[in-house]
C-alpha cells in the first residue's frame, strides 16, 4: 500500500500509539490500513467412490491438480464461498458436507477450509479458471501432479477419514517449501 484510500497521502509503515504491530498509517489524516490474512474456500466434491479435481488454467501452479478452491468474497459464509468456488472452476453444483481441514499457510498470509461435498449430478466441465476437470479415485489421482501443499494435506486427510469411515476435523500449520513432485509436506511449525 503506498496511498492512503481515504485521503490519497502517502502511506508509512509504524506501529500505531497502543499497537504492537507495524502497521500501514497515514500520518495525513490518521487512518491506520490493516493488512489481514485472507481466507481461501475449498471442497472435496464427490460423487459414489470418486472425487472431482481441478487442473489449474491460472497462474500460480499452471497445469498442477487441486479442488476447487479459492478466495472467499465479502457477504459469502464460507460454505456458500466454497460451492460457488465448485461452480467457478468446475461448473459443478455441490451440497455442502463437513468440516475437513483447516491449514494456516502463514508464509502467504492465508488460512485455507476445506469442506467435504456431495455433487448434485455427474455434470461438471472447466471453468475459466481450469484446463481440465474429472472425477477420480483415490487411485488414479495424480499425487505428484497436486498444486499446493493445502491441497494435498485435505485429500490425504479425506481419504483417510473415508477409509476410516470417519468425517474428522484436520488441522495444521503449514511453513517452509513444498516440493513439487513429492507427496510430501512441509515441515509443520
Known amino acids: ?43 472435496v466434491p464427490q ?18 491438480w487441486t479442488v476447487p478452491a479459492g478466495f472467499m468474497e465479502n457477504g459469502e459464509t464460507m460454505q456458500q464461498a466454497a460451492a460457488r468456488e465448485c461452480m467457478e472452476e468446475a461448473m459443478a453444483q455441490v451440497e455442502m458436507g463437513s468440516l475437513l481441514a483447516i491449514v494456516d499457510v502463514p508464509g502467504a498470509h492465508q488460512v485455507h477450509v476445506m ?11 472447466p471453468g475459466p479458471e481450469s484446463l481440465e476437470v474429472k472425477l477420480v479415485t483415490e487411485a488414479e489421482i495424480p ?20 477409509a476410516a469411515g470417519r468425517e474428522d476435523h484436520h488441522f495444521a500449520e503449514l511453513r517452509g517449501r513444498f516440493k513439487p513432485g513429492t507427496t510430501s509436506m512441509p515441515e509443520p511449525a
Not at 48 to 62: M, T
Open 1 to 43: 500500500m503506498n496511498f492512503c484510500s481515504n485521503c490519497a497521502a502517502p502511506i508509512v509503515v509504524k506501529t500505531p500509539p497502543g499497537d504492537h504491530l507495524p502497521r500501514f498509517v497515514c500520518e495525513r489524516c490518521g487512518s491506520i490500513h490493516y493488512k489481514n490474512p485472507l481466507l481461501v474456500l475449498g471442497c
Open 115 to 125: 469442506f467435504r461435498a456431495r455433487l448434485y449430478q455427474p455434470v461438471f466441465g
Open 47 to 64: 460423487w459414489e467412490d470418486r472425487i472431482l479435481i481441478c487442473r489449474r488454467a491460472i497462474e500460480p501452479r499452471r497445469g498442477y
Open 143 to 162: 499425487w505428484d501432479d497436486i498444486a499446493f501443499p493445502s491441497g494435498l494435506f485435505t485429500l490425504q486427510k479425506f481419504f483417510a477419514d473415508r
